[in-house]
Antibody, heavy 120, light 107 residues
Framework: QVQLQQWGAGRLKPSETLSLTCAVY????????WIWIRQSPGKGLEWIGE????????NYTPSLKSRVTISLDTSKTQFSLNLKSVTAADTAVYFC?????????????WGQGTTVTVSS | DIQMTQSPSSLSASVGDRVTIACRAS??????LAWYQQKPGKAPRLLLY???RLESGVPSRFSGGGSGTEYTLTISSLQPEDFATYYC?????????FGQGTKLEIK
């Protein structure tokens, strides 16, 4: 049974960099998309981006592409999210998740979520 | 981006009722649709993918249907644990996008 456990700083000041890490337990990174999603009251569920180790591809949502980096550490079976120059609009609950490769699959395993608050 | 619109936004029902939630995409998404259930303070839980395929471990009272731009989630007989918020999500276009959610409440 694959499980995801995530961690990172929960309180940031404007202009700082958000950094979150998600560890994969009970499985490897190969064969799946590894995804970051956030949820805020104002914008609902928002897909941030994904990394696919098998193909080496990384995709980001256009609205965040200039500020976001997703990286994989296959030796530690972890993946990370960095979002630079945060503002109050980045305040949200951030989730890591997994999905199968292909358009037909959903996100079947999720982390527990990390509440991130951006405030001066 | 592909826009996903759910209806209704909220729904009151009783245990044992049959309920249906609709999800409309702004373009054909070729059955690349998933449904999730979310309870307060928890991550979403995958219920169905590819519009109608039941995720392992999900009760058979949940079913999905539709094609093209119109999809539905049906719960055949509501149980107390089903009162939650439900989201649809398309994975045909990049970025994947979610509906705004349907909150299912006890009548």
């Amino acid at each position: 049974q694959v499980q995801l456990q995530q961690w990172g700083a929960g309180r940031l000041k404007p202009s700082e960099t958000l950094s979150l890490t998600c560890a994969v337990y009970g499985g490897s990174l190969s064969g799946y998309h590894w995804i970051w999603i956030r949820q805020s009251p104002g914008k609902g569920l928002e897909w941030i981006g994904e990394s696919t180790p098998q193909s080496g591809s990384i995709n980001y949502t256009p609205s965040l592409k200039s500020r976001v980096t997703i990286s994989l550490d296959t030796s530690k079976t972890q993946f990370s999210l960095n979002l630079k120059s945060v503002t109050a609009a980045d305040t949200a609950v951030y989730f890591c998740a997994r999905s199968g490769v292909g358009a037909a699959y959903g996100m079947d395993v999720w982390g527990q979520g990390t509440t991130v608050t951006v405030s001066s | 981006d592909i826009q996903m619109t759910q209806s209704p936004s909220s729904l009151s029902a009783s245990v044992g009722d049959r309920v249906t939630i609709a999800c409309r995409a702004s373009q054909d998404i070729i059955n690349s649709l998933a449904w999730y259930q979310q309870k307060p303070g928890k991550a979403p839980r995958l219920l169905l993918y590819a519009a109608s395929r039941l995720e392992s471990g999900v009760p058979s009272r949940f079913s999905g249907g539709g094609s093209g731009t119109e999809y539905t989630l049906t719960i055949s007989s509501l149980q107390p644990e089903d009162f939650a918020t439900y989201y649809c999500q398309q994975s045909y276009g990049t970025p994947p996008t979610f509906g705004q959610g349907t909150k299912l409440e006890i009548k």
